[in-house]
Nanobody, 119 residues
Framework: QVQLKESGGGLVQAGDSLRLSCTASGRTGIITVLGWFRQAPGKDREFVASITRSTVNTQYADSVRGRFAISKDKTMNTVFLQMTNWSPEDTAVYYC????????????WGQGTQVSVSS
């Protein structure tokens, strides 16, 4: 069993930066990829960024490339999402997700953390 726990959400305004954290616990050895998704009010959940657990391969949605940066700590059990240069469309609940070995789908999800951009 793997648990994912997000933290770091909040209210931000232009010029602020914010870093989300997601810590995996339990059988973390089965995790191959950690990612961030978000869901804005009235919209579908969308991919934001991902990073492979054992290497440094990263992927970003076009909407956040150059503004957000995903990274991980040396234990490879915590992943971060550094966010800057806000747009109103960044307001959403941000979810941490993981793929496990043998699966191409994200099957493990955290509870989410709210990020709100002040206009």
């Amino acid at each position: 069993q793997v648990q994912l726990k997000e933290s770091g959400g909040g209210l931000v305004q232009a010029g602020d930066s914010l870093r989300l954290s997601c810590t995996a616990s339990g059988r973390t050895g089965i995790i191959t990829v950690l990612g961030w998704f978000r869901q804005a009010p009235g919209k579908d959940r969308e991919f934001v960024a991902s990073i492979t657990r054992s290497t440094v391969n990263t992927q970003y949605a076009d909407s956040v490339r150059g503004r957000f940066a995903i990274s991980k700590d040396k234990t490879m059990n915590t992943v971060f999402l550094q966010m800057t240069n806000w747009s109103p469309e960044d307001t959403a609940v941000y979810y941490c997700a993981a793929k496990n070995r043998g699966s191409s789908e994200y099957s493990l999800w955290g509870q989410g953390t709210q990020v709100s951009v002040s206009s």
